[in-house]
C-alpha cells in the first residue's frame, strides 16, 4: 500500500552540530516529496521539496537527497539553532493527489 | 498567515451532536485536503478534492461527511463521533493535485469529543 516511513521519531543534536532525517517510501511512481515542518501549537508549513528528478536540493541550510532506486530521501540541516527545533514531517504523492506523510521526527537543538 | 483559514478553532461536541468544520481558501487554488493530526498518527490523510470533486477517501468512517461547494471553500460534517475522533483536524490547498505542488495548511481545529 501507499505507506512513507521516517526516522527518527526523536532527534537531539548538539546546537551547532547538523540533523539528518530519513524517509522511505513504497510507490514507485512517486514524484515529488516536501518536507514540513511544525513549530509548537502552529500549522506545517514547507521548508523543502524535490522532484524525482533530480538528486539533491540546496537551501542555505537545509538540504534534501533523494535516492529513486532505494526509494528514500533524506533532509539534513547543517549548523543547527535553537529555532530549527521543531516536528518535520516528510511527504510523498502516491498518484499524484495523495499527499500522505510520515509519522514526523521531533527535533531538539540543545543549547 | 497562509490564505488558508478554518473555524472554528477549537470544538468540543458531544457523540450525539452534528457539528461542522469549515475551511477557506482565496489563493486560487484547485484542490483541498482534510488531514486529522493525533499522537497515534501525526497527519493522517482523511479527503481531497480536485476541482470540487472528491478525489480521495481514504477509508474513513462514514460519520465524517465532506462537503466542497466551490474550490474555495470546504467542509468537514461531523456526527456520531466517538472520542478517539479528538483530534486537531487540518485543511490544507495546493494549486493543483496533477505533478505534486505546495500544500498551504490552515491553523487547524481542535476537536474534543465527549
Known amino acids: 500500500g501507499e505507506n512513507v516511513e521516517q526516522h527518527p521519531s526523536t532527534l537531539s543534536v548538539q546546537e551547532g552540530d547538523s540533523a539528518v532525517i530519513k524517509c522511505t517510501y513504497s510507490?514507485?511512481?512517486?514524484?515529488?516529496f516536501p518536507w514540513y515542518k511544525q513549530e509548537l501549537g502552529k500549522r506545517p508549513q514547507l521548508i523543502i521539496d524535490?522532484?524525482?528528478?533530480?538528486g539533491e536540493k540546496k537551501d542555505q541550510r537545509i538540504a534534501v537527497t533523494l535516492n529513486k532506486t532505494a526509494k528514500h530521501f533524506s533532509l539534513h540541516i547543517t549548523e543547527t539553532q535553537p529555532e530549527d527545533s521543531a516536528v518535520y514531517f516528510c511527504?510523498?504523492?502516491?498518484?499524484?493527489?495523495?499527499?500522505?506523510f510520515g509519522t514526523g521526527t521531533r527535533l531538539t537543538i540543545i543549547p | 498567515e497562509t490564505g488558508v483559514t478554518q473555524t472554528p478553532r477549537h470544538l468540543v461536541m458531544g457523540m450525539t451532536n452534528k457539528k461542522s468544520l469549515k475551511c477557506e481558501q482565496h489563493?486560487?487554488?484547485?484542490?483541498m485536503y482534510w488531514y486529522k493530526q493525533s499522537a497515534k498518527k501525526p497527519l493522517e490523510l482523511m479527503f481531497v478534492?480536485?476541482?470540487?470533486?472528491?478525489?480521495e477517501n481514504n477509508s474513513v468512517p462514514s460519520r465524517f461527511s465532506p462537503e466542497c461547494p466551490n474550490s474555495s471553500h470546504l467542509f468537514l460534517h461531523l456526527h456520531t463521533l466517538q472520542p478517539e475522533d479528538s483530534a486537531l483536524y487540518l485543511c490544507?490547498?495546493?494549486?493543483?493535485?496533477?505533478?505534486?505542488?505546495?500544500?498551504?495548511f490552515g491553523q487547524g481545529t481542535r476537536l474534543t469529543v465527549v
Open positions: 511527504g510523498a504523492n502516491f498518484g499524484n493527489e495523495k499527499l500522505t
Open positions: 524535490i522532484r524525482s528528478n533530480v
Open positions: 478534492y480536485s476541482l470540487e470533486e472528491r478525489v
Open positions: 490544507a490547498s495546493s494549486q493543483d493535485t496533477r505533478t505534486g505542488a505546495e500544500a498551504f
Open positions: 489563493l486560487g487554488h484547485n484542490a
Open positions: 510507490d514507485s511512481a512517486s514524484n515529488y
